[in-house]
Nanobody, 115 residues
Framework: QVQLVESGGGLVQPGGSLTLSCAAS????????MRWYRQAPEKKRELVAG???????TYADSVKGRFTISRDNGKNTVFLQMNTLKPEDTAVYYC?????????WGQGTQVTVSS
């Protein structure tokens, strides 16, 4: 079993920055992928960014050039640095852990971009 604890959400003005963190604990597989998804009100959950245990990354087109995903394998933590935030980035952000055996979701953290 894997536990995911997210932090770093909050209220920020347009153009501002936030960094989300997701700390994983438990039975961490050496081969895994960690991703950030988001879900805005009345919209489907969408992939924001992902990073593999080998360091490969992927981003949604809407966040390329503004968001950066990274990880600290020693601490089993993934980060999402979000810059130049826009009101349309407002959503609940979820951390997701995948391994060949199982996958888990975090509880979500609210990000609100508003003046």
């Amino acid at each position: 079993q894997v536990q995911l604890v997210e932090s770093g959400g909050g209220l920020v003005q347009p153009g501002g920055s936030l960094t989300l963190s997701c700390a994983a604990s438990g039975s961490i597989d050496s081969i895994n992928v960690m991703r950030w998804y988001r879900q805005a009100p009345e919209k489907k959950r969408e992939l924001v960014a992902g990073i593999s245990s080998g360091g490969g990354t992927t981003y949604a087109d809407s966040v390329k050039g503004r968001f950066t995903i990274s990880r600290d394998n020693g601490k089993n933590t993934v980060f999402l640095q979000m810059n130049t935030l826009k009101p349309e980035d407002t959503a609940v952000y979820y951390c997701y852990y995948w391994s060949p055996e199982y996958d888990y979701w975090g509880q979500g953290t609210q990000v609100t971009v508003s003046s």
